[in-house]
């Protein structure tokens, strides 16, 4: 069975930084797109950023500029380096992997637990 397990979030100040990363195990044949997602109270879960097997990122203009994702395909590990960091990008962060785990089976999405950041004004 396939995990995704994060690590990262905390407590920071507003205009401080956060690393967050993302390890998949388990059987795993290959990883599509992998991203981050967050979830602030009241609201719908959000992509923050994307990226392709191929290294091709997407963000949201709300972290434009402000956020890095990047991944390490050895590892089945994504990143997500969070720069200038508001208030408004309190939330809980979700780690997202296009998985196949058999040579002729499909991709399908597998989602970590969750960790918290919380950004202090």
């Known amino acids: 069975q396939v995990q995704l397990v994060e690590s990262g979030g905390g407590l920071v100040q507003a205009g401080g930084s956060l690393r967050l990363s993302c390890a998949a195990s388990?059987?795993?044949?290959?990883?599509?797109?992998m991203g981050w997602y967050r979830q602030a109270p009241g609201n719908q879960r959000e992509l923050v950023a994307a990226?392709?097997?191929?290294?091709?990122?997407n963000y949201a203009d709300s972290v434009k500029g402000r956020f890095t994702i990047s991944r390490d395909n050895a590892k089945n590990s994504v990143y997500l380096q969070m720069n200038s960091l508001k208030p408004e990008d309190t939330a809980v962060y979700y780690c997202?992997?296009?998985?196949?785990?058999?040579?002729?089976?499909?991709?399908?999405?597998?989602w970590g637990q969750g960790t918290q950041v919380t950004v202090s004004s």
């Open positions: 997202n992997a296009e998985v196949k785990t058999s040579p002729l089976g499909r991709y399908y999405p597998k």
């Open positions: 388990g059987i795993i044949i290959s990883i599509n797109a």
């Open positions: 990226i392709t097997s191929g290294g091709i990122t």
